[in-house]
C-alpha cells in the first residue's frame, strides 16, 4: 500500500499541473531583481542588534525597491516593535535571511503585504524566521494578539524556507490572492485553536512541503492544491466554518501525513448555503489522531449559519492508511451531511485505518450519497442516518511513521524554539523544490 504513496509522488508534479488553474510563483527570478536593485534594511537604518524596532528600516527599504528590486535582511537577530504594512510595487521580493523577535503588542498583521504582483518572501539560507512569542499572550488567555503574516490582493507569489513560529494568533493568511506557492516552511505554534497554521481564501494556489504544528483551514477558493503537509500535533486540515454563499471547487489535499492531531481531515459547517464541489483528499497517512476523515455539518462548535446546508459534491476520499486514538469513541469515517442539502457523489476507496484502543470502530454516515463504507448509493437523496461497527482491523491498514513525530505537544505558557524546516513532510517523499539553504543562490 506504501508502494501506491510513492507512485502518486512521482506522478504529482503532472498531477499538479492538472489541478490547479496557471501557473503559480513571481514571474521573475529574485536574482534578477537583486541585480537591478538591493535594498538592504541596514542601509536604510536597521540595526541587528535584537533591540532596535525594525519596523521602519523594512518600509523604507521597501519603499525603494518596490518598483522592481529585493528588500534584504541579513542574518543576524532583529527586533520588531511596529507594525509593517507594505503596499503596491511590482517585481520585488523580500528576501529574510534574519530572525525577527516580536517586541510590539499591538493587534494587527505584524507583516501586512498587500496590492502587489511577482513577489517573493523567502530566506536564502531556509532559516529565516519570525518568533511570535504568542505564548506571552496565551498565558493570559488571549488569542487576540496579532497575527504573523499577511498576504492580501497579492497575485504571482511565492514565500518559501521560513519558519514562523508561536503566532499569538493566526500565522499566516492568504486572502484573495492568485497565483500563489507556498513551499518548505515549518510554523510551530501553540496547542490550542485559534492558532491557525495556513489560510487560505484565494484563487489558484499551491501549498506543499510545510510542516504545521496547528489548525490548516480553507475558505472560498478554486484551484487549490494542497499536498505533503505534515501535521507534527496540530489541529490537522480543514476546511471551515463554512456559512452562506460558500463557493469552494476544484481542492486537492494529498501526501498529508497527521500525528496525534484533532483530525486528518475535516469539513465543519452548521447551516448554510453555497457548495463544495470537486474535493480529493489522496494520500493520507495517520496516527493518534482523535477523528480522521470528519465531515460534520451541524457542527456545534459554530452557531448555525443561514440557509439549508452547504452542497457537498464530487469529493473523493483515496488511499488513506494508520491508525486512529480510540475508533469506539470516534470512528475514523464520519460523513455527516445536512438534511437539507444531502452530499451526493462522495468517494470512498482504499481507505484502511484501525485503532490503536480496543477491537472495534465505528463508521457514521448520515444523509450522504455515492460509495464506499456506510454511504448510500442511488439517488433518491433522502434522509437517514447509520453507522457500522467494524470488528476486524482492514487488511494493509499499517504505514509508516515520521521520525520526528513530537512526543508531547508545544504548552501554551511557554516559548517555543523555532525549528529547522525538515527534509521531508511526507513519508518517503522528498520536496518539490529542494531547500533555499541547500543551493547555492544567494542574494
Ligand atoms: C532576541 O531578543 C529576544 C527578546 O525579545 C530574546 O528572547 C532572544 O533570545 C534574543 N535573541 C538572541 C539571539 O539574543
Ligand atoms: C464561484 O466562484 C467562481 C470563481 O471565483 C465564479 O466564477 C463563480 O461565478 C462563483 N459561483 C457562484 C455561485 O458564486
Ligand atoms: C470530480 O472531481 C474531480 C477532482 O477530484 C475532477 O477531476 C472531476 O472532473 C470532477 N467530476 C465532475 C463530474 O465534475
Ligand atoms: C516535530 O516536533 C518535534 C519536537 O519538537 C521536533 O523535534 C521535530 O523537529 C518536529 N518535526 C519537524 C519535521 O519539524
Known sequence: MFITSLLAIGLAPLLAAA???????????????AAHKTCSVLDYGGKADNTTDIGPAISSAWDA??????????????????????????????????????????????????HTSDFELFSSTSKGAVQGFGYVFHREGSLTGPRILRLYEVTDFSVHDLALVDS?????????????????????????GGL?????????????DIEVTN????????????????CNWSG???MGSLAADTNISDVTYRNVYTWSSNQMYMVKSNGGSGTVSNLLLQNFIGHGNA??????????????????????DNITITNWKGTEADGAQRGPIKVNCASGAPCTDITIEDFAMWTEEGDSQWYSCENAYGSGACLKDGDDYTTYTTTMTVTAAPSGYSAPTMASDLSTAFRTGMPIPIPAIPTSFYPGATPYSSLAGAQSTSV
Open 196 to 208: 491557525d497554521g495556513i489560510d487560505v481564501w484565494s484563487t489558484n494556489v499551491w501549498v506543499h
Open 19 to 33: 489541478q490547479l488553474s496557471g501557473r503559480v510563483g513571481p514571474t521573475t527570478p529574485h536574482a534578477t531583481k
Open 65 to 114: 525597491c518596490k518598483s522592481g528590486g529585493v528588500v534584504y535582511i541579513p542574518p543576524g537577530n532583529y527586533a520588531l516593535e511596529t507594525w509593517v504594512s507594505l503596499t503596491g510595487g511590482t517585481s520585488t521580493a523580500i528576501c529574510m535571511d534574519g530572525i525577527i523577535y516580536r517586541t510590539g503588542t499591538e493587534g494587527g498583521n505584524m507583516i501586512f503585504i498587500e
Open 168 to 192: 499569538p494568533s493566526f500565522h499566516f493568511s492568504m486572502d484573495t490572492c492568485e497565483n500563489g506557492e507556498v513551499y518548505n516552511m515549518a510554523i510551530r505554534g501553540g496547542n490550542s
Open 236 to 238: 490537522g486540515c480543514a
Open 291 to 312: 477523528y480522521s476523515l470528519d465531515i460534520d455539518q451541524a457542527w456545534s462548535s459554530m452557531e448555525t449559519a443561514a440557509g439549508n446546508g452547504v452542497q457537498l
Open 215 to 230: 489548525k490548516d483551514e480553507c475558505s472560498p477558493s478554486q484551484n487549490i492544491l494542497v499536498e505533503s503537509i505534515y
